[in-house]
């Protein structure tokens, strides 16, 4: 298929490759696919890897100086590193005698610019099946910093598939640098026909000219030409910066006036005045879409959270977002779910009659030298990776063993983890010679059951890890299968020095207090893949720390890194478990909850005991509202483990998301009875009696969460509470700390805009709206389905006098999701404060019939509009009764 400049106004260069000869020893010609300015494009068989590429022969003298050179290597480099399914891979850059060349991914199929030439006219559905499709391709691009500059539907692929593929990212900013703008001829780089007018001006160009090509493909697609067409091409250029575009509706007056806005916002002729990032793109066209009531593809969110409040839903004291986003990988928790007695004798711990319920504490070092630390986290990991194969015990996972203390007594430690046998040890020595002890602990009987001393050097760490598990799963009493056995004796990696950087990374990781050390741990994962390119759970490793650095920057680099991490490691192991959980907790995270559900029922077919792996199908099921899967997930999650806090924790945050507020109370309360010191369940019952309009009585228990765990989320819900009273000046300080607490998420912002604004801070407020709003879109950049944000963003537009923006939002957000309860109540609120009483009544009377807090609503000085009218009074009364 052609490939490349067809259009681009150059001297061709005249060499040419005959079918069937060699080029250089490693490739064979098999035809001419195409050819443009910067030379031609073949088809090649690879005889060395056994694979049919594509070869771009670049033309002599397109880089015959060596600064031009240098400069398209170090592009051609960074272009190589963009990952996503819609960016043809480049493949290398290499030299047969004079002549230059670049291989690529070869595609069967057309380029786009013979699909509109042949079809003018395409369906409706393809086109927004390319159009979302080309929008992905830029946004991850764009996100690693690279811009094309010379898009056009030649550099656009169509497989048999119809999956698209778009070529040439990075080469033209090279030639364009190596030319200074034009050829030595005198000639235009780039095509005339899709340039911006920033790029026919000279001026400096940035992502934003892509998005203009990007308007003019669609608007190609739409109305079966481009707007500027003319006898020359200068009079064309001419056009470019001088003339607004012709609607399309005028060639094709059946096109939604919503798709037709998406057109012609791209095609403005000022930078500053069309879409800013292609994730903006993606958000309209998929919720504009959705908004039309014409057939949308499902819409995939993230978990929600309430508007004002924050819930805790995490495991760990440090990085509380971690430890319900990250768990170590050795994460799973085999066995049988069984209710609690409470027949042990001791709160909170399963008598062992129950079943075995196991947890594994971090192995101390005796002795001033912590060089060990990274073995200690070698044991850890081996020995929950092999028992957590046995189905006839439940492991507390690290996720729970990250939140107790070294200090507490083992009964406190038992109790939180709800876990009857504690496995405890020591380590002594160096590296050259140590010495190993453990201990397996009978909580309910206060008894050692087992206790043995190992013996070794680091590098036999592999060796001694089977010895202490063999003599564990006796002492146990366990029977594993013959499956079982053989999957617990596997080893990860059989390289030592990888292994060893890879516990190192692990160990750098669980001190996520400090970013760094998240960096650290990525560092070490990635020169164990040096060691070993096939160790899957070192790529796993590299997604989690990714995950990581991405949920506290919120920058879209690390997502992409992610996800690419945990697909590699899919593709070297695709029968660990860990490798499915890694893949579900990033798609969990970039709001893909349908992908997210098929990793995670993937991983659970292969450790179908997992409470972890069943709170995040919950969370999945939960953003995609579908209610009652949601909740049987997170029900799975405590029958796994009744005496672990967390997952009662997750259930009740679930009933409170769907409007379940007694339920959700009583889950909150056994938390506080499973864990008194423990600040998730004060704090949570606190949010619920906000919910329910009772905010004096939310105080205390607010308060004693902070004074258990000072933290951010607890701030704001502590603000939140007297700003329903109205109390905005004590408001103001509790908001302000949450925000300095967490700089980057845009719902404090928000609410301390709110506190301003209703304190008389009129000026104060619109600048940290202003702030919030930023923050919002850099979150759609990441996940352009957000409802939840969008949600935000239209309140932070109504507040701030902008109503039509702010409905626009809304409206966005409710096409995504249409059952959200929290939306439906975001809409009552935006049209109440664009004075529109009867659309805000009509969507509060919505949001109350599924379930939302009459109380709230009747104390909310947002919907003060409406507040005074008859038909209000009428409401609240009706759900009160109710």
């Known amino acids: ?239 470019r910066i001088q003339e607004t575009p012709k609607s399309p509706k005028l060639a094709n007056p059946s096109l939604p006036n919503w798709l037709v806005r998406i057109t012609m916002r791209c095609l403005e002729r000022e930078p500053e005045r069309r879409y800013q990032s292609a994730y903006e793109i993606l958000a309209d066209l998929q919720g504009s879409k959705s908004a039309s009531g014409s057939r949308a593809v499902q819409i995939q969110l993230p978990e929600f959270a309430e508007r004002r409040w924050v819930w805790y839903v995490a495991g760990a004291v440090a990085l509380l977002i971690l430890a319900f986003a990250i768990p170590p990988v050795r994460h799973l928790i085999p066995g049988l779910g069984v209710k609690s007695s409470g027949g042990s004798g001791i709160s909170g711990i399963p008598a062992l009659s129950e079943g075995k319920f196991v947890a594994i504490l971090p192995f101390k070092i005796l002795g001033d030298d912590q060089s060990l630390g990274y073995v200690a986290e070698g044991l850890n990991e081996a020995l929950s990776a092999k028992l957590f194969q046995m189905k006839d015990l439940r492991l507390s996972s690290d996720t729970a063993v990250a939140t107790v203390s070294d200090k507490d007594p083992l009964e406190k430690t038992a109790r939180k983890l709800g876990a009857n046998l504690i496995v405890q040890g020591v380590i002594q020595g160096a590296t050259d010679k140590m010495s190993i002890i453990v201990n397996l602990m009978d909580i309910p009987d206060a008894k050692k059951l087992w206790s043995q001393q190992f013996s070794g050097v680091a590098k036999d760490l592999l060796t001694i890890e089977d010895q202490i598990s063999t003599q564990l799963v006796a002492k146990l009493a366990l029977k594993p299968t013959n499956e079982e056995m053989a999957r617990a004796e596997a080893h990860p990696t059989e390289n030592i020095e990888a292994y060893d950087l890879y516990l190192k990374g692990r160990n750098s990781l669980r001190g996520q207090q400090d970013l760094k050390n998240v960096e650290t741990a990525i560092s070490y994962f990635e020169q164990a893949l040096k060691k070993d390119p096939g160790f899957a759970l070192a790529y796993a490793g590299v997604s989690d720390a990714s995950l990581v650095m991405y949920l506290e920057k919120k920058d879209n680099f690390w997502s992409q890194k992610s996800l690419a991490a945990a697909q590699q490691a899919e593709r070297i192991n695709d029968k660990l478990p860990e490798v499915h959980f890694a893949l579900g907790r990033v798609y969990n995270a970039s709001g893909k909850s349908a992908e997210a559900i098929a990793e995670l029922k993937r991983a659970l077919e292969l450790a179908p005991n997992s409470d972890d792996g069943y709170r995040g199908l919950g969370k999945a099921y939960l953003a ?112 302000e700390k949450a925000a300095e607490m967490s700089p980057n998420d845009e719902s404090f912002v928000g609410n301390l805009a709110d506190a301003y604004r209703w304190s008389g801070q009129r000026d104060k407020a619109n600048a940290t709206y202003d702030r919030a709003i930023a923050l919002a879109f850099k979150q759609l950049e990441v996940n352009p389905r957000d409802s939840e944000t969008m949600g935000d963003l239209a309140l932070y537009y109504a507040k701030k006098g902008n109503s039509a923006q702010g409905v626009d939002f809304i409206h966005r957000a409710r096409a995504v999701n249409q059952a959200d309860v929290n939306l439906i109540y975001v809409e009552a609120t935006v049209f109440a404060l664009g004075n529109r009483p009867s659309d805000s009544l009509k969507s509060l009377r919505e949001a109350l019939q599924k379930g939302y807090s009459v109380e709230e609503a009747a104390n909310d000085p947002e919907l003060g509009a409406i507040q005074k009218q008859p038909e209000f009074a009428k409401l609240v009364a009706e759900f009160k009764k109710s």
Do not use: C
């Not at 329910?692 to 004074?707: D, F, T, V, W």
């Open 624 to 735: 995609l509202g579908q209610k009652d899967q949601a909740i049987q997930a997170y029900q799975k999650a405590v029958q796994i483990n009744p005496y672990y806090w967390f997952n009662s924790n997750s259930l009740g945050t679930a009933y409170s998301r769907l409007g379940e507020y007694d339920k959700a109370l009583l889950e909150f309360r056994h938390v506080t009875e499973l864990e008194p010191a423990n600040s998730f369940g004060y704090l949570n019952q606190g949010v619920i009696y906000i919910q329910l309009g009772k905010n004096e009585e939310s105080i205390p228990y607010l308060q004693k969460a902070l004074q258990i765990q000072p933290d951010y989320k607890t701030y704001s819900d502590l603000g939140t509470a007297y700003y329903n009273l109205k109390r905005y000046a004590d408001a103001v300080p509790m908001f």
């Open 1 to 239: 298929m052609p490939i490349g400049d067809s259009e681009t106004i150059q001297v061709m260069d005249t060499s040419a490759l005959p079918p069937g000869s060699d080029f250089g020893p490693r490739y064979r010609i098999e035809k001419l696919l195409g050819q443009g300015g910067m030379g031609r494009v073949y088809k090649a068989y690879d005889k060395e890897l056994d694979r049919t590429v594509a070869i771009k022969v670049v033309r002599q003298g397109m880089m015959g100086e060596s600064d031009a050179l240098k400069r398209f290597k170090q592009e051609l480099l960074l272009a190589s590193k963009i990952s996503h399914k819609n960016i043809l891979r480049i493949h290398d850059m290499g030299t047969v005698g004079d002549t230059r060349f670049i291989t690529m991914a070869f595609v069967e199929g057309q380029d786009l610019y013979q699909i509109l030439r042949d079809n003018p006219k395409m369906p409706m559905e393809r086109v927004l099946k390319f159009a979302r499709a080309l929008a992905e391709a830029l946004a991850a691009a764009h996100a690693e910093g690279v811009v094309h500059r010379d898009l056009k539907p030649q550099n656009i692929l169509v497989d048999k598939d119809d999956q698209i593929y778009v070529s040439d990212f990075g080469l033209a900013k090279s030639f364009e640098e190596g030319a200074v703008g034009m050829t030595k001829t005198g000639a235009f780089m780039g095509t005339p026909r899709y340039m911006s007018p920033e790029q026919v001006e000279g001026k400096p160009v940035d992502q934003r000219s892509d998005l203009y090509a990007y308007g003019l493909i669609l608007y190609e697609m739409l109305a079966g030409d481009v707007p500027f067409t003319g006898e020359s091409t200068l009079k064309v250029m001419y056009q």
